[in-house]
């Protein structure tokens, strides 16, 4: 089976441009999440979504950043304009509820702002 | 907001000897939860602890949850190469219900 799907890998970009990442959860799969892993402030929600409507936004960092997900099956988490201290590795991870249940991370997407 | 601490940030153990990393959280859980993240990879899921006082065993892992269900551990016994990693706690309940807080993970490094 196919697990949590993430892309690109890695991105490079400017200061100043627009990133999309996109999340392919694993189907049947009702919650996604959104983190941000940096080294100086380890792992953080971003954004979570439960049967595709978002739930806790609290952790988005500011405006410039937005997330989707339009359907079950795809989600993106959009920074415009990014900065180089967005560098970090975003993960997308699914759970079949919200609740009392683990997550599954995808491989992440490695961003880099120059 | 809820806030999970972990201890300690970093470990190095020889090939052999146990490690233990602790979980704290400045409210009660519903459930704790515990991942492990090789270096370069993502977060695997482990184990979930539900109950007070709840002791799951994996092999050489042991998770434990407090009675009070506000700190938990783990103990790694007789610790291999493989084991190497970073080792989360995820906390879930008050006001964070649906969604877990990470602590700031262990860093594991075993020398052979």
């Known amino acids: 089976d196919a697990g949590v799907i993430q892309s690109p890998r890695h991105e490079v970009t400017e200061m100043g441009q627009e990133v999309t990442l996109r999340c392919k959860p694993i189907s049947g799969h009702n919650s996604l999440f959104w983190y941000r892993q940096t080294m100086m402030r380890g792992l953080e929600l971003l954004i979570y979504?439960?049967?595709?409507?978002?739930?806790?936004d609290s952790g988005m960092p500011e405006d410039r950043f937005s997330a989707k997900m339009p359907n079950a099956s795809f989600s993106t988490l959009k920074i415009q304009p990014s900065e180089p201290r967005d560098s970090a590795v975003y993960f997308c991870?699914?759970?079949?509820?919200?609740?009392?249940?683990?997550?599954?991370f995808g491989p992440g997407t490695r961003l880099t702002v120059t | 907001g809820q806030q999970v601490m972990q201890i300690p940030q970093y470990q190095h153990v020889q090939e052999g000897e146990d490690f233990t990393t602790y979980c704290n959280s400045s409210t009660t859980l519903s459930n704790i939860q515990w991942y492990k993240q090789r270096p370069g990879g993502h977060p695997v899921f482990l184990i979930q602890?539900?109950?007070?006082?709840e002791v799951k065993k994996q092999k050489r892992l042991t998770f434990q949850f407090g009675e009070a269900k506000k700190n938990s551990s783990l103990h790694i016994t007789a610790t291999q190469t493989t084991d190497v990693g970073t080792y989360f706690c995820?906390?879930?309940?008050?006001?964070?219900?649906?969604?877990?807080?990470f602590g700031q993970g262990t860093i594991l490094t075993v020398h052979p």
């Open positions: 979504f439960n049967n595709n409507v978002p739930i806790d």
């Open positions: 995820a906390g879930e309940g008050g006001t964070s219900y649906g969604k877990l807080t």
């Open positions: 602890l539900v109950k007070s006082g």
């Open positions: 991870a699914s759970s079949p509820s919200s609740v009392n249940y683990e997550q599954y």
